[in-house]
């Protein structure tokens, strides 16, 4: 084995193949909803040639709404193209088993061009690697600790799935933040699911129970920003199938109900130097928010917030969480360890980090670090400071506030010079393009809650 537990290298899978404890690799890479997809390969068939040369994939899975619907308005793929292939290479360095999955191994992609092998630029993976590169260059190496938060159901997707997803029963009879006896009661799940990610090099801290009813928290070992948006992708996959097998639902929508929490996705970030291998975020005796480098960083991030909330909100669904104390931020702000503001500075030392709380569970992890990264690097290489710490509530202090509904967020991404920018025009065309197209699809749907409202009274 190769570093990590559950790591392979391709002659440790190759010996594995041979003598038949894994006959499945599976060949993935991410959507721009932060899914994986890709294919069910036969061990023998990876090892003599996916391995080596890629495979082979309609690049419509880049194009798609979360029902799989082809989209208009790509500029990268659309009917008048025709749909053709992009070339999926495989990351050796991710190659891991499956311990959830029969005899089942994993490798994750780079989506290049099927003639040149250019990298895709729009592709949720490249977007994130860009912004690491920029990083270096610049001086900067990053790493993120990802907390991501979900809530389990006693209900089967197949049951949900029946009825419309209507009435989802939460695993928890109440509110089970830091509680032990309820948590025991769900630990046929949450325990396979922190072994499950250990035995497959995800490193697991520690999981709790959250702030509401079934809700829960499993802490991923901070890492390099790649490395911790492939586990986060991974994770999510792996924290459904598992739940799945056991007969079990869970959701990372940002809010599932209105009468119950939202779910988050606090991003723990900091930077090395490149040279040296120092913290970058190494807090001074008298200094806040520690060093040079760290507020120009935080003055970067906090300036971006509203052009970039799109990155960090990207469904109709991820604004409903985004309401005064109910632990989702609504304010760009930051203050030392206050859970009241968007942005937190938490650790001291060289642990001295940033926690962004803005993100909810439902992003795309690729495009939420890239995003993150980029902000606060153009911060340092512009020199931004950021405005003074709030102190005491933030939901109510006169500062500036993320965007409250979908289409305020769209408008920003869309106006914005700062997202073309940071990301180039076919990415931020990309993106922008698949919110605006969400945006419509949601508009023209009637809910529930209209016809309850609306039905008897007109």
Request: hydrophobic share 40%.
């Amino acid at each position: 084995m190769t570093g990590l537990r559950g790591m392979l290298s391709i002659d440790e899978l190759r010996a594995r193949v041979a003598d038949g404890t894994i006959d499945t690799v599976l060949v993935a890479f991410s959507d721009l909803q932060g899914r994986l997809v890709g294919k069910r390969v036969t061990g023998w068939f990876f090892c003599d040639e996916i391995a080596e040369h890629g495979v082979e994939a309609c690049n419509y899975l880049l194009a798609v709404d979360v029902e799989m619907t082809p989209l208009p308005g790509f500029e990268f793929a659309n009917w008048e193209q025709g749909y053709g292939d992009i070339s999926l290479v495989p990351d050796l360095s991710t190659l891991r088993i499956v311990p959830w999955l029969d005899a089942t191994a994993m490798v994750l992609c780079d989506a290049v061009d099927e003639g040149d092998r250019s990298p895709i630029a729009v592709s949720p993976r490249q977007i994130l690697t860009h912004q690491v590169d920029k990083a270096r260059a610049a001086g900067f190496e990053p790493a993120i600790g990802a907390e991501l938060e979900f809530f389990l159901f006693r209900d089967s997707y197949s049951e949900l799935a029946e009825r419309g997803f209507a009435d989802p029963r939460p695993h928890s009879d109440w509110i089970e933040d830091y509680h032990i006896f309820q948590t025991t009661r769900d630990e046929y799940v949450i325990r396979r699911i922190r072994n499950a990610m250990d035995a497959c090099g995800i490193p697991v801290e520690f999981s709790k129970g959250e702030a509401g009813f079934g809700q829960h928290e499993i802490n991923l070992r901070y890492a390099g920003a790649l490395e911790m948006a492939d586990r986060q992708t991974i994770y999510k996959n792996a924290v459904r199938e598992i739940a799945d097998s056991e007969g079990r639902s869970v959701t990372f929508m940002a809010k599932y109900s209105e009468d119950d929490v939202g779910s988050s996705c606090h991003l723990h970030v900091s930077l090395t130097d490149v040279d040296s291998g120092e913290p970058s975020f190494d807090s001074p005796a008298g200094t806040s928010p520690g060093s040079v480098r760290f507020r120009h960083f935080l003055g970067g991030i906090i300036a971006a917030s509203r052009d970039l909330a799109l990155c960090w909100a990207p469904t109709l669904n991820s604004y409903k969480r985004y309401a005064p104390e109910s632990w989702a931020p609504t304010a760009i702000a930051w203050g030392t360890d206050n859970r009241t503001c968007g942005y937190r500075i938490v650790g001291h030392g060289t642990g001295t980090r940033l926690e962004s709380r803005i993100p909810g569970a439902d992003v795309n992890g690729y495009v939420a670090y890239a995003a993150l990264i980029a902000a606060g690097i153009r911060g340092i290489e512009q020199g931004i400071d950021p405005p003074p710490p709030t102190e005491g509530n933030a939901y109510t202090a006169d500062v500036p506030r993320i965007p409250s509904t979908f289409p305020e967020a769209i408008d920003a991404f869309g106006t914005s010079e700062i997202a073309v920018e940071i990301f180039g025009a076919d990415v931020h065309q990309h993106l922008l393009n698949a919110a605006r197209q969400e945006w419509l699809a949601a508009n023209r749907s009637v809910t529930d809650w209209e016809r309850r409202r609306y039905f008897a009274q007109f």
